[in-house]
């Protein structure tokens, strides 16, 4: 082998720079070649032309040499040219050349109003329709499963009762004794002065039962039930499993939310049931301390507490529960991809169904109001 082809030669045309390769070109060969390169363009030439015929075998170092030629050469305005290199390092040296393939960072062009009323009015439409044809789709399976009771998957229903209820009554019970305790505390301040204490036994029996009672037990159950809802949906959602179900033939409402429907109708009103419960045994236990026979403020609670506010605070639980199941399981079906998608479904429940029990408790209030109840 001759000593030109063993090291790369760099010679002078006139104004062009010809570089001749050797036949093996690594990194043990270039290393000496990069700083001749530089070397040779300070003298600016006008062509710089790249001979690889007798280049046979490179390594990554020696096609990123090549590539470095021609950068380094269109950056002092000289003319690249490559002659002669063979099939199989042409092929590397385009994929190495291949500009289309770099990170390029994308331009952000920011929306002019009117488009961003049009996107949010958009976005807004299709998540209303989204809505409706999910509240049409799991109304008709309900309704389907109460006709056909063997529908349902009770096993299921009955161990998400479980966890949504029977795990759920210690903070039901405490934070039900709490707030009455609190409440009866709060109250008998102002009523002392007027010696009126023992009306706080009314105040206490009327507020959990007309209002406090369903209302808190729901705000409990949509952090605690509705965002595990969402999170569960939400996780076979994003691990394909809501797909799977649909492919064998198994409607993912019926199979997976309607149970989930059924033991929050059915746990709700139990544990607003308990929440009062505790409530009334947390302002006993203050009217006790005042000095008040615990028969006085049973009788209190009688006189106060009627039918109608008893029945009128479970149908608000009833309706809670379903809002809290669907809204639970809606947003789970909504999940999108990634790795926050499941926490920003679960987010997103927990405050959709307190901002919908929140209003619908409204709705009650002014219905009972004018309904005389």
Known sequence: MSNSNRKTSFLWEGNSLEIHLPQVLSEK???VDW?????QLQNNPRNVKVFAKNLEHSDSSGITFIKQIRIQSESIGANFSLYGLNEDL???YKIVEDDSKRSQIPKIFALR??????KLTIESLLEFKYLITFTGELTVSFWSSLLHPSKIRWKDSFKVAESMG???FPIIAMIGFLLGLIMSFQSAIPMRRFGAEIFVANLVGLSLFRELGPLMTAFILSGRSGSAFAAEIGTMKVSEEIDALTTMGLPPVQFLIVPRLVASLIVTPLLTIVFNLFGLIGGAVVLVSFGFPLITFINQVNIAVGLSD?????????????IIAAIGCYRGLKTGSGAGAVGESTTAAVVGSIILVSLLDGVFSVLFFYLGI
């Open 29 to 31: 060969e270039i290393s």
């Open 90 to 92: 042409s092929f590397i």
């Open 310 to 322: 008893i029945l009128g605070g479970l149908l608000k639980s009833y309706f809670f529960g379903m």
């Open 35 to 39: 700083k001749e390169l530089f070397l």
């Open 113 to 118: 109003k009117s488009e961003r009323i049009g």
């Open 166 to 168: 029977v795990n759920a």
